[in-house]
């Protein structure tokens, strides 16, 4: 069936961009977010080329195989979103129903998992500051077991500084992606959506793929890498 | 204002207008008009404050060792006695600049105008995302509260200039300042979240809701500006909220990003802040560049000469700020090379500039010239932004730089850029669509008397910058006679002060024409300059919704004296047999 | 006064300035151009009584000249600006045979380390200033610099220097003084409360001078 009216671009217009309004405005302000990522990990890759000893081996510090299944789980919650979508588009409104049900549920636990990581990286000694004097992280790093190049665990400070901040700002944006996919579940519960408008569907569909791409960046050069 | 908002709005939403109330349709309003009449007079007051900070400033320097008159209202910890201390004397020179950059002149020229012109002039009903749109007036608001807060906590406001350098803004113990530091950090960071929201919506309006008719190239040239500007706004400001982000964890959670200590670096800080800080100051540029083109078409009564060209020129400006960002760190210690690099991207953004400058004086060859108040400051604009280009020449050589970087030269381009430029094209706008946002006109005699005095004590107080930074007089020092080279300089500098003070003094007038003029000024017709855009074809103010059917757009932007027709304008939804375009289609959802 | 630069005491600049009055001379041009222009045109076209402005919309050829005039101009002064830039602050600009000294800069003084009468650094006879600089005349000096605290920036206006110093890093600058005499070096990056007091003072001293002051300092040390 043909997209509804509604899901083109505005009638009565000089031709623009020949999408809907509120799916542009996404893909611009996803634009700015990409900016806003590229700072944050270009600083990254800037502090860990002039500095390579003060950040730890893969895997010493951080617990890969824990992180992958959560990569594992994030790529999910993506198809279960682009499902949710197509069903929206094929007029099979239970099936979105429980595919966004779905993404939401799966998002929230790649959140829980995050959370979980975090406090036992930090009761390891890994702080955003670097390693805490004292911890079982920092007798690792005097042992010299943490692949750092650096003799003195104080100056891995950016390596702290930098994960905690990448992964912390992207977690932010997953749980505002989390909260917005909660209200769009709600609102398709109660039937809100039709399969001639489910523009909030496709726009929020849209962010989520974003904030999972970016994850899937950070895992690789702060985790593989 | 209030009775042509109660009247039938545009598109039969009869309803809404009536139902709302006060405080939906005044302060909580999604109208853009409204929303970019409230940043106008949010950023007058803050064009204010910054210039009162100013004023301390060169009291400092022009006066040393007296009271600033009313100073002894200041508190002990910023001005004992009214002198102002060393330590106050490093804010205000911080907060001068980040209250005029952040919170005047780009909400004047991006928050005003692209709130107010954009839709009117793409002949839209309103922005793409009239919600989002009070979203953003309404946390600029609190950011600039913030900002202000600032002033009053333990430490004082931010001293690290507004550039912010690190690590003298990451540590406490280098300035002396901690809370001010992290208040002006989160201020600038909600205040980037307003301008984003706000790119997103200016950038969506103009792709998706151009009225029929209006093909890229017939906007016109404001648009264009205000257009380019917000895809630079969405990609620079990002890049401040997350360094900003970074330099917060580092003066609160112990992060290292520009610590030495901790493995960081601070040059990092400054390739990030100048990453965005260069595309920064095209935003602060690019819009006033597009109203007056506006305006000089209109005052000259011809067709802006070049037109094509004019809009590459805004692209390829835009463009090139994004591979300059180093020349401001031709001295920091960075790569040599990269000095090289950036000196010939530098050097080039000259020309586009240049493109302009003579195709503005190209719309004025030969035109009938109509010396309105708009016209004067537009033209004041093209004189005085020149000089700050050519300024900028100097500095771009990265051997002269090594002599003038930090010195007054540089503050003597920044203002004939920001105030000759900016600031100038600002009055010129206010002034130019003052009818269409309320009704009346401001008094032309007084313009020119504010026009007149401004343009002289701005070139008082700024021009002999230029000598005494030659002369070496470095910038953000708060008592230059402690150096025996710069002591001769005293008598310059008292001079600049008594410019500067009737450079502040002046703008009352402006002020007051403005708010005078709301109750007592001449009633505006739709059309008070005979000028093509679109907003003239509505009432002054327009009604909520803007038009009451969608027009349909004939001609280029600027056809003035068309041997079309008699007169010398010729409205760009004008349909040539005599009666005004109407849509063509009926109005669709 | 005015646009003239002050007098100045160090080899290269002479090179600085000519690019400066190079650079006054290309601008002040196009300055009459433009402001004359402008002011001309305000004259001759002001609007008369049933005037009617020329209906034109730009003339390629005029938008051709001066898109090319500027570039040209621009390209010129930047390959000129090049070699100058290579030679004070390059990577191999430092003349072989300059003195080297050391600099450590703190909130709100400048620590000098001279070589001292070997004409070595890091020796055991290496003499350490505060706020002083002494050099000889007509002798390439090199001085590394280190900063204790926030950036600052060695600005001696007289010999045409400037260079950040930046903690965390090593930052270099080299300068040949030509005349005897006093010169004053200020701080010319914001580095908190004292930036407006942070001057020092640079002595060029003649050949003979020069290994005086060094031996009276060796003296003094070895008194204490």
Redesign the interface.
């Known amino acids: 069936m043909a997209h509804a009216a509604v899901m083109t671009t505005p009638a009565n217009r000089e031709l623009g961009a020949g999408v809907y309004n509120e799916k542009l405005g996404m893909w611009v302000f996803l634009g700015s977010e990409v900016m806003f990522f590229t700072a944050l990990i270009g600083s990254y890759i800037i502090l860990r080329f002039a500095n390579p000893g003060a950040f730890g081996a893969p895997g010493q510090v951080l617990n890969v195989p824990v992180t992958a299944v959560n990569t594992f789980l994030l790529i999910c919650s993506s198809v279960t979103m682009v499902k949710a979508f197509a069903a929206a588009h094929d007029g099979e409104m239970q099936k979105m129903k429980y595919y966004l049900l779905a993404t939401t549920i799966i998002g929230a636990a790649f959140v829980g998992v995050q959370v979980y990581e975090y406090t036992h990286l930090i009761h390891e000694g890994f702080l955003p500051s670097g390693i805490r004097p004292g911890s079982h992280l920092a007798e690792l790093a005097e042992a010299g077991q943490l692949g750092l190049g650096v003799a003195d665990p104080g100056v891995a400070g950016v390596y702290g500084s930098s994960f905690y901040t990448m992964t912390g700002f992207h977690g932010f944006h997953v749980t505002c992606g989390v909260i917005c996919m909660s209200f769009v579940t709600i609102k398709a519960f109660r039937g809100g959506y039709t399969q001639a408008d489910h523009r909030g569907i496709e726009v929020v569909g849209l962010y989520w793929h974003f904030v999972d791409l970016v994850w899937i960046i950070l895992f690789t050069i702060v985790y593989l890498i | 204002m209030a009775t042509a908002a109660l009247a039938h709005d545009a598109a039969g939403h009869h309803g809404d207008a009536h139902e709302l109330s006060f405080i939906r349709k005044y302060i909580f309003s999604t109208d853009h008009k409204i929303i970019g009449i409230q940043f106008l007079l949010m950023s007058l007051i803050f064009l204010g404050i910054g210039g009162f900070a100013a004023m301390m400033i060169r009291w400092q320097l022009g006066f040393p060792g007296e009271a600033f008159p009313g100073g002894a209202l200041l508190p002990e910890t910023m001005a004992p006695g009214g002198i102002v201390l060393p330590e106050f004397y490093n804010s205000l020179v911080t907060m001068h600049g980040t209250l005029m950059v952040f919170f005047a002149v780009m909400p004047l020229l991006v928050g005003v105008f692209g709130n107010f012109l954009i839709p009117l002039k793409i002949g839209a009903p309103d922005m793409a995302f009239p919600r989002l749109n009070m979203w953003s007036f309404w946390i600029a608001v609190p950011a600039g509260i913030l900002m202000m807060a600032g002033f009053f906590v333990e430490g004082g406001h931010a001293a690290a200039g507004w550039t912010s350098y690190a690590p003298l803004s990451a540590i406490g113990e280098y300035s002396g300042v901690y809370t001010g530091q992290q208040i002006w950090l989160l201020s600038l960071a909600m205040l980037g979240l307003s301008s984003i929201l706000g790119a997103t919506n200016y950038i969506t309006t103009v792709v998706n809701l151009r009225a029929p008719g209006m093909g890229w190239f017939r906007l016109p040239l404001s648009i264009w500006a205000l257009f380019v500007t917000a895809i630079l706004v969405l990609l620079a400001i990002p890049i401040l909220s997350g360094a900003a982000i970074m330099l917060f964890f580092d003066q609160t959670i112990g992060t290292h990003f520009f610590d030495a200590t901790g493995g960081g670096q601070p040059l990092l800080w400054q390739h990030l802040f100048w990453y965005f800080g260069h595309p920064e100051v095209y935003i602060l540029i690019l819009p006033a560049m597009g109203v007056v083109s506006d305006i000089i078409a209109n005052g000259s009564r011809k067709p802006i000469f070049g037109y094509h060209s004019m809009v590459y020129a805004i692209i390829a400006i835009a463009f090139l700020g994004w591979i300059v960002w180093g020349h401001h760190m031709f001295q920091s210690g960075m790569n040599p090379s990269l000095g090289m690099t950036f000196m010939i991207s530098t050097l080039l953004i000259a020309v586009p500039s240049a493109i302009k400058t003579f195709n503005w004086m190209g719309t004025m060859w030969r035109g009938q010239l109509n010396f309105h108040v708009p016209m004067l400051h537009a033209i004041t604009f093209v004189s005085m932004f020149v000089i700050g280009g050519l300024s900028g020449v100097f500095m771009a050589s990265t051997p002269v730089d090594i002599y003038i970087h930090d010195t007054y030269f540089i503050v003597a381009h920044i203002h004939y850029v920001l105030f000759g430029g900016s600031l100038f094209a600002i009055y010129a706008a206010v002034t130019f669509w003052y009818p269409k946002m309320f009704g009346r006109l401001m008094d032309p005699f007084w313009g020119k008397v504010h026009w007149i005095l401004t343009l002289i004590a701005f070139n008082v107080t700024f021009f002999p910058m230029h000598t005494i930074g030659a002369q070496g007089h470095m910038r953000r020092i708060y008592d230059p006679n402690q150096y025996e080279f710069l002591q001769p300089l005293q008598g310059t500098n008292t001079l600049i002060t008594i410019g500067a003070l009737v450079l502040f003094g002046s703008q009352f007038i402006f002020i007051l024409n403005f708010v005078i003029s709301w109750f007592t000024g001449a009633k505006a017709s739709a059309n008070p300059w005979d000028d093509n855009g679109l907003e003239w074809t509505v009432p002054s103010p327009p009604p909520h919704g803007n038009f009451a059917t969608v027009p349909n757009v004939y001609h280029a932007p600027y056809e003035f004296s068309s041997p079309l027709v008699e007169e010398d304008f010729l409205p760009q939804n004008r349909k040539l047999d005599g009666t005004v375009g109407s849509a063509d289609t009926p109005a669709a959802g | ?6 007098p100045s005491a160090s080899t290269y600049a002479g ?2 300035d000519f ?2 009055y190079l ?2 001379v ?2 002040g041009i ?2 009459v151009i ?2 004359v ?2 002011l001309w ?2 004259v001759r ?4 009584p049933g ?9 390629m050829r ?2 051709v000249i ?2 090319a005039i ?2 040209v101009t ?2 010129a ?2 390959i000129m ?2 070699g ?3 030679d ?4 191999h600009s430092v003349p072989d045979d300059a003195l080297a000294y050391g600099l450590h800069a703190q ?1 709100f003084e400048w620590h000098f380390t001279h070589p001292g009468a070997d004409g070595q650094l890091d020796t055991s006879d290496d003499i350490t200033v505060r706020n002083q600089l002494h050099v000889p005349v007509n002798r390439p000096v090199w001085i590394r610099m280190r900063s204790e ?3 600052h ?1 060695f ?1 001696v ?2 010999f ?10 090593v ?1 270099q600058v080299w300068f040949e003084a030509t005349e005897t005499g006093e010169f ?1 070096i ?12 942070m ?1 020092a003072t640079v002595t060029v001293h003649s050949a003979e001078d020069f290994n005086a002051w060094v031996a009276a300092q060796a003296l003094a040390a070895q008194a204490q």
């Open positions: 006064m005015g646009w003239l630069l002050p090179d600085i690019l400066y650079i006054l290309i601008t196009a300055f433009v402001e222009g402008i045109f305000v076209y002001r609007a008369r005037g009617r402005a020329e209906y034109t919309h730009g003339n005029a938008e001066w898109t500027p570039a621009v390209v002064l930047g600006s090049a100058v830039w290579n004070v602050k390059g990577r909130q605290d926030v950036i920036s600005f206006p007289a045409r220097v400037k260079q950040d110093v930046v903690p965390g890093m930052t004053e200020a701080c010319a990056e914001l580095c908190g409360l004292g930036h407006y007091r001057g």
